[in-house]
T-cell receptor
Framework: DQQVKQNSPSLSVQEGRISILNCDYT??????FLWYKKYPAEGPTFLIS?????DKNEDGRFTVFLNKSAKHLSLHIVPSQPGDSAVYFCAASGVTGTASKLTFGTGTRLQVTL | NAGVMQNPRHLVRRRGQEARLRCSPM?????VYWYRQLPEEGLKFMVY????????ESGMPKERFSAEFPKEGPSILRIQQVVRGDSAAYFC???????????FGPGTRLTVL
């Protein structure tokens, strides 16, 4: 039962353009969402998060949008840079039970080309 | 400002042996989480601990796996009698409070021969 889904396993974007990574979730109890970036043989690096009380959060080149009615969030990277090439994971946690447990998607591999 | 530390980075074990994975959280963090990543998959939650307490072990296999976070020293994930299916990357994360952002270590890559 995949509660967090990243349906695009890979994405290729030209340097300077916008990268849009998508994530869907099924559990309506999730209230906190995060994006992590991962390079091979390294641990995930936190990028940006958003609480369910917001619909947008911005940090430099990274913006996360949350559409609660559609149970959908997206990460926008503008402008994309070659160093952004990595696997991006969407993660979610909920208000009930053990709120701290993160549920991850399967990741989207972003390739930023010159 | 050291981040989350994990050792060893790579561990090779033969079937039936024990594997011990260590995690030192970021300074000041008292919440530790263990996740496992199988090849071509996302990270899967295993266990959440605070000092001397297991808060949530809903992701831990029922047998052979155990975790601890003693008052002093690192958190330990222990896998007894390893099997080939245990081969994976094991990541530790820590947070300041229970609902705060989790910061990950570099992982331990376990290979079972």
């Amino acid at each position: 039962d995949q509660q967090v889904k990243q349906n695009s396993p890979s994405l290729s974007v030209q340097e300077g353009r916008i990268s849009i990574l998508n994530c869907d979730y099924t559990n309506s109890m999730f209230d906190y969402f995060l994006w992590y970036k991962k390079y091979p043989a390294e641990g995930p690096t936190f990028l940006i998060s958003i609480s369910s009380i917001k619909d947008k959060n911005e940090d430099g080149r990274f913006t996360v949008f949350l559409n609660k009615s559609a149970k959908h969030l997206s990460l926008h990277i503008v402008p994309s840079q070659p160093g952004d090439s990595a696997v991006y994971f969407c993660a979610a946690s909920g208000v009930t039970g053990t709120a701290s447990k993160l549920t991850f998607g399967t990741g989207t591999r972003l390739q930023v080309t010159l | 400002n050291a981040g989350v530390m994990q050792n060893p980075r790579h561990l090779v074990r033969r079937r039936g042996q024990e594997a011990r994975l260590r995690c030192s959280p970021m300074k000041g963090h008292s919440h530790v989480y263990w996740y496992r990543q199988l090849p071509e998959e996302g990270l899967k939650f295993m266990v959440y601990l605070q000092k001397e307490n297991i808060i949530d072990e809903s992701g831990m296999p029922k047998e052979r796996f155990s975790a601890e976070f003693p008052k002093e020293g690192p958190s330990i994930l222990r896998i007894q009698q390893v099997v080939r299916g245990d081969s994976a990357a094991y990541f530790c994360a820590s947070s300041l409070q229970g609902k705060d952002t989790q910061y990950f270590g570099p992982g331990t890559r376990l290979t079972v021969l």
